[in-house]
């Protein structure tokens, strides 16, 4: 029994360790992004001297560098990723057989996202009237621009930075340090950091949700080539959105041709939603059958989860979210004072 009870305090001071460096990278990540914003305050000064185009390509490299390449190297060198997939990488992002099939697993996912994010639409709705939460779940969107430069900028980092990143980081790194405790809460715990990732109390529904999915096709493929590419096809019908939405206001809505093809392509995405949660509430009951392998048995997932979200630099790293989703309140509020 002693022997037991010591192999368990040791697994469970090594998950805790685990649990506070992923705080700990998320709170790079969150800082990282506020100096973005302050990066990109300083180059709106920028515009007259260096032009508008030249202002959104500095940025964009700027905030790569920062949002995604400073949190990325700080996990790989907190996990030893270098030594860890060294040689690996290959076989990580290998083609699994029958793609195509896995791949067809997009509808599903797609509905998964959209459906929660219409939920939070109608929650959005139903408290409006009644408090000032609508401010916390406000849509954070990419803005249609006529700047031929940002948009191509915006699609690329929309459909191919972002994908990459983000799922090495999340379904990568990540994943791969908490797996040995269980995939289960693996999978749970960066989900929702995948959520908090991206900004805003509206989008932390719908982001979780797809990284759930994702963190399921992860786990089932044993592959990020296959959630990289549907995370990229995920973000290319936002982009296309995007692209339709901005050459409507390139021609001012002038264009009967961009008119009928945009206003094609939003009915034909509305459509992908409505099937695509079809097809999620179609593939449920396979998924209550497809069962997570939990290799830590000695506590529930739900404890693991627990414990991961009591790790101090996990709470630290909750503070600078919910500024980031409050708008930057309270970051606002200390350089007030100064």
Same mark, same amino acid.
């Given at each position: 029994m002693d022997e037991i009870s010591l192999a368990e305090r040791v697994k469970r001071s090594t998950y805790k360790a685990v649990c506070s460096k992923l705080g700990f990278i998320m709170c790079i990540f969150f800082i990282c992004k506020l100096l973005s914003y302050f990066v990109a305050y300083l180059l709106s000064h920028l515009t007259e001297e260096i032009g508008e185009t030249a202002v959104f390509i500095s940025y964009g490299i700027i905030s790569v560098m920062l949002v995604y390449m400073v949190p990325l190297l700080v996990a790989a060198i907190l996990f030893k990723s270098f030594d860890y997939y060294n040689g690996k990488i290959g076989e990580l992002y290998k083609k699994p057989e029958r793609l195509a099939k896995k791949l067809g697993t997009f509808p599903a996912m797609y509905g998964l996202g959209y459906g929660v994010m219409l939920l939070t639409l109608l929650a959005r709705y139903i408290i409006e009237k009644t408090a000032k939460l609508e401010e916390f779940l406000q849509p954070t969107?990419?803005?249609? %621009? %006529?700047? !031929?430069?940002?948009? !191509?900028m915006t699609v690329f980092l929309l459909v191919v930075i972002a994908p990459v990143f983000e799922e090495l980081l999340c379904r990568g790194i990540m994943y791969d340090a908490l797996k040995p405790y269980g995939n289960g809460a693996a999978i749970v715990i960066t989900?929702?950091? @995948?959520?908090?990732?991206?900004?805003? =109390?509206?989008? =932390? @529904?719908?982001?979780?949700?797809?990284? =759930?999915?994702?963190?399921?096709?992860?786990?089932?493929?044993? %592959? =990020? @080539?296959?959630?990289?590419?549907?995370?990229? !096809? @995920?973000?290319?019908?936002?982009?296309g959105t995007l692209v339709v939405l901005s050459l409507m206001e390139m021609t001012n809505e002038q264009n009967k041709l961009i008119n009928t093809a945009g206003n094609i392509y939003l009915l034909a995405s509305f459509i992908l939603v409505i099937v695509g949660i079809i097809a999620f509430l179609r593939r449920i009951p396979i998924i209550r059958k497809y069962k997570i392998e939990n290799i830590w048995k000695e506590i529930s997932g739900k404890k693991k989860i627990a414990l991961f979200f009591v790790s101090v630099p996990v709470l630290i790293m909750l503070v600078f979210a919910f500024d980031e989703h409050a708008n930057n309140m309270i970051v606002y509020k200390i350089i007030g004072l100064f």
């Open positions: 969107t990419v803005q249609a %621009s %006529s700047n !031929i430069a940002y948009l !191509i989900a929702v950091l @995948f959520g908090l990732m991206h900004g805003s =109390l509206f989008m =932390l @529904f719908y982001t979780t949700a797809l990284g =759930l999915a994702l963190g399921y096709i992860r786990y089932a493929t044993n %592959s =990020l @080539f296959v959630v990289t590419v549907l995370h990229a !096809i @995920f973000n290319a019908v936002a982009a």
